[in-house]
C-alpha cells in the first residue's frame, strides 16, 4: 500500500497490513506517555521506518487521543516528534508533571526493583526532555540547582519568578 500526503511526491510504503495488527490500539484511558513508549518500541522490533510512525499512530489512536490527532494540522500529523508532543501536551504532560510524577512516586504492587528503576529512569528522562535540558553534566547541574532553588522558595514568589 502506498500513502501520499497531500500532494507531495515522497510517499510512505507501508510493506505489509498485518504488521498494523501488531502494534498497540490506544485504550481510552490509558497513560499516554507510556502508550507512546510502547509504540515506539514495538515498531522498533518489527523494524518498520521512523519515516512511518506517524500515519501508523494516526490509525491506532482512540478517544481523546483520537480526537486531538483531528484537531492538529496536517504538518503536525506528518511529523512524528510534532504529533507525539501535541499529544502529550494535549494530555497535560508537561515538565512540572512529569516533575511531580518523578519526585512522588513509590514502588507499585507486583513490581520488582530493576522495574522500579526502568519507571523511575523513564520518569527523570521525561522530564528533562518537557523541559527542553541538554544532555550534559552541566545542563543538568544548572537544571537540578535551578529546580531544587524554586521548589525551596514560598509558592507566590516561585509563581512570580517563573511568569517573569
Known sequence: ?????????DAVTIPNVAVHSMLPVYQEGED?????????????LLHLESSTYAVRLGCLLTGKAANLY?????????????LTKSLLTGFK???ERYCLDFRNTKIR??????QFSVHLTRLFQSWLEASQVQESFHSLK???????????????IRTFIKEH
Open 32 to 44: 499516554i506517555a507510556t502508550y507512546l513508549t510502547c509504540f515506539e518500541r514495538v515498531a522498533g
Open 109 to 114: 504492587d507486583g513490581e520488582n526493583y530493576s
Open 70 to 82: 483531528v484537531s492538529l494540522s496536517p504538518e503536525t500529523t506528518n511529523d512524528y516528534d510534532a
Open 93 to 95: 504532560m508537561t515538565a
Open 142 to 156: 544548572e537544571f537540578m540547582i535551578l529546580n531544587q532553588f524554586l521548589a525551596s522558595l514560598n509558592p507566590d
Open 1 to 9: 500500500m502506498r500513502l501520499t500526503a497531500q500532494g507531495k511526491p
